[in-house]
């Protein structure tokens, strides 16, 4: 079992920056990898960003130079960090840790990002 707590939204102005905290319990060997979506306004959750087994990094096209995703190890903690944020960022932002059998998800961090 892995609990997911993300944290770290908040309201910026555009051009901005955001640092998004994903803190996971249990083994983090047993994760295969971490994943964060975006859920703008109306819209549907969309992947934006990958972590796979701690190394591997994978970005959504609209995010790529941007954001970077990394882990800290010693934290148990995955990290989104957002920068130049756009209003088109807004939105709710989850976490979703991916493990042998099963996948887990937080119960999202909201980011406003005012133009």
């Known amino acids: 079992q892995v609990q997911v707590v993300e944290s770290g939204g908040d309201l910026v102005q555009s051009g901005g920056s955001l640092r998004l905290s994903c803190a996971q319990s249990?083994?983090?060997?047993?994760?295969?990898?971490t994943r964060w979506y975006h859920q703008g306004p109306g819209k549907q959750r969309e992947l934006v960003a990958t972590?796979?087994?701690?190394?591997?990094?994978v970005y959504a096209d609209s995010v790529k130079g941007r954001f970077t995703i990394a882990r800290d190890n010693a934290k148990n903690v995955v990290y989104l960090q957002m920068n130049n944020l756009k209003p088109e960022d807004t939105g709710v932002y989850y976490c979703?840790?991916?493990?042998?059998?099963?996948?887990?998800w937080g119960q999202g961090t909201q980011v406003t990002v005012s133009s």
């Open positions: 972590l796979v087994r701690g190394q591997m990094t």
């Open positions: 249990g083994n983090s060997d047993d994760i295969l990898a």
């Open positions: 979703n840790v991916v493990g042998p059998s099963h996948e887990y």
